[in-house]
């Protein structure tokens, strides 16, 4: 929602002659790189849609959306198309979390952290961490590289906050096994071939292998009978505390990424 009402609203980086008014030709608001068929409503819910799994489709064109708008298309892969999901990826991402969640809850309320009636203990939660750091420090590391070196710098057709959304977002979308990029990144260079092939193999791969370590781990556990101190996992509560969970996880680890990208670029915009 909050991605379509910025497309309708327009381009304010436009020129004032621009008419980005709705009339009987133009559905009006941001219509550069825009489906004319659905305009630029209706192509922001398909980008929002298909991001947060492993589709990466798109009918237009991410780089031209407003900074709210490319902001909204980052969401869902920054915080690992979990929903609606990717293939495969989608569920065993959640379930992680979900493990992240029960530990910090327990902590919160001094309980023995339990799921499916298997107790959360440090061997655990050490997979875990590896897991939720794997992607983001791989995709930080690589487009931090990219920003300060020539070969980095050059591919990218945009100068400044919006350079830095085109590179990171590459990197992400390799990462996250999603395959859509903001076009302004010229990426057919023996450096992002090379760097954007490892992403690719260590976000495909590492995340499976941990997520594995994790099934492992917890299977060969004793289940334990449900008490009075066992979290409840199935309410509305935990559900409410998982969305905090992941929307912090994903806010602290690319929040200075996103206030020097897209946020910043509306900012100064």
């Known amino acids: 929602m909050i991605a379509m009402q910025a497309e309708l609203h327009g ?4 020129p004032a002659g621009v008419s980005q008014a709705a009339s009987a030709a133009s559905p009006g608001g941001n219509m550069e790189g825009k489906e004319v068929r659905f305009g630029p409503s209706g192509s922001a819910l398909m980008t929002v849609g298909t991001m947060g799994t492993t589709a990466g489709a798109t009918d237009s ?3 031209s959306y407003t900074p709210v708008g490319g902001t909204a298309a980052f969401a869902g ?4 198309e979990i929903s609606p999901g990717g293939d495969g990826g989608g569920l065993y991402g959640i379930l992680v979390l979900a493990l992240l969640s029960v530990f910090i809850a327990g902590l919160m309320v001094v309980r023995t952290p339990e799921f499916l009636g298997k ?3 440090s061997s655990q939660m050490k997979l875990v961490v590896a897991y939720v750091l794997t992607i983001p420090v791989t995709v930080l590391v690589f487009g931090s590289i990219s920003l300060v070196i020539s070969p980095g710098t050059s591919p990218a057709l945009n100068p400044g906050m919006h350079g ?8 992400a979308s390799v990462a996250q096994n999603n395959g859509s990029a903001f076009a302004g990144l010229a990426a057919n260079t023996p450096w992002y071939d090379v760097t954007l092939g490892i992403t690719m193999l260590i976000g495909r791969f590492v995340p499976i292998v941990l997520a594995l370590a994790i099934a492992g781990s917890l299977g060969g556990a004793r289940v334990h009978a449900r008490t009075r101190a066992t979290l409840d996992t199935a309410g509305l509560t935990f559900a409410g505390f998982l969305t905090g969970v992941i929307v912090i996880v994903g806010g602290l680890i690319y929040f200075p990424m996103l206030i020097l990208g897209p946020v910043g670029e509306r900012i100064v915009g």
């Open 61 to 63: 064109a991410l780089d």
């Open 11 to 14: 381009n304010s980086r436009l």
């Open 119 to 121: 107790k959360i203990r």
């Open 77 to 80: 892969i920054l915080l690992g």
């Open 164 to 171: 830095l959304s085109e590179i990171t977002y590459a990197y």
